[in-house]
């Protein structure tokens, strides 16, 4: 049965922002967040602690970590990639409310993406977990290519929801399952999702990342709904993408996923007007048109129907 209400992360900041050509600027950028911040979402993946060389994109994460404005009930969230990221969001550590570590369920995705078997990405990020807790960060464990992997094909389920065990033990009170290239249908999102509430227990909350890559992006929100799922990850104008392979886009868009779970009578808390304002000057700031549908057509809008 679908929940009544859902929690949505806004990832634009990082997951968008870090596929872009250009460098914005920090200011923008900031400025860009505090306006997220104040449309009803409660949480908000900022910034990434990735290395400056590999991601100049997020360069700037201690400035952008700094300098931000969000109201309280708003989690912050960094992606730590590894025990050096560790470290650099250790010295902000009282701006940060979440984590999250990542990596991916096919061996050769985890090669290419962080140049490390996928036994020794865990083993790191064990290390990273126990630190996170010990600090009092909420942890999140993201696995990429959950769904499917351009290099392997199918991925195994068991295979990922052995991984997501490990990272649960390991103190992740939150998995992502990212479906990084769009390779996801709604049957199989429905499928994996029972048997992963199985599998892993009650306790542990699992999140849906879907890409729109393919246009099934919503097709799977509801596959996923349907199987009591009730977190999820977006990304405001549907920026983002994958770097690996080259060309695979989109997040799905938190505008258009708000626009359906709302007109379904899921609660989502944002306020829609406010996330489209959002988008729209983030299309200015980019110079180019953003892929949300809802950015396009506008909300729905009911004609009042006539008295008596
Ligand atoms: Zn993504």
Request: charged share 25%.
């Amino acid at each position: 049965m679908a929940p009544t209400a859902v929690r949505i992360r806004e990832v634009g900041p990082r997951d968008g922002l870090q596929n872009e050509p250009e460098v914005i600027a920090t200011e923008a950028k900031v400025a860009l967040i505090d306006a997220l911040a104040r449309t009803g979402l409660r949480r908000l993946e900022v910034t990434s602690f990735v290395r400056a060389e590999v991601i100049p994109q997020l360069a700037d994460a201690e400035q952008v970590l700094e300098r931000i404005d969000v109201p309280d009930g708003v989690a912050v969230s960094v992606l730590i990639p590894n025990e050096r990221g560790l470290r650099r969001a250790l010295a902000h550590r009282e701006r940060i409310d979440e984590i999250n570590v990542f990596l991916s369920a096919s061996e050769t995705h985890n090669r290419r993406n962080v140049n490390r078997s996928i036994a020794q990405s865990l083993a790191e990020l064990e290390r990273v977990l126990a630190r996170a807790r010990e600090v009092g960060w909420r942890c999140e464990g993201v696995i990429s290519t959950s769904f499917g992997c351009p290099y392997e094909g199918r991925v195994p389920p068991a295979r990922v929801l052995e991984i997501a065990a490990r990272l649960r033990d390991a103190g992740a009170q939150e998995v992502g399952f990212g479906d990084t290239t769009g390779m996801a249908n709604p049957a199989q999102v429905g499928e994996f999702f029972t048997t992963a509430r199985a599998r892993l227990g009650e306790e542990l909350e699992l999140t849906a990342h879907f890409h729109n890559t393919r246009g099934q992006g919503l097709a799977n929100v509801l596959a996923a709904l349907q199987a009591g799922v009730e977190s999820f990850e977006s990304s405001f104008g549907e920026l983002g993408g994958c770097p690996v392979p080259p060309g695979a886009t989109g997040n799905i868009a938190t505008e258009d996923l708000v626009s359906m779970l709302e007109e379904m009578g899921i609660h989502t808390g944002v306020d829609l007007p406010a996330l489209l304002a959002c988008a729209r000057h983030a299309q200015e700031l980019l110079g180019r048109a953003l892929g949300s549908h809802t950015l396009v057509a506008g909300p729905v809008q009911w004609r009042q129907s006539v008295p008596g």
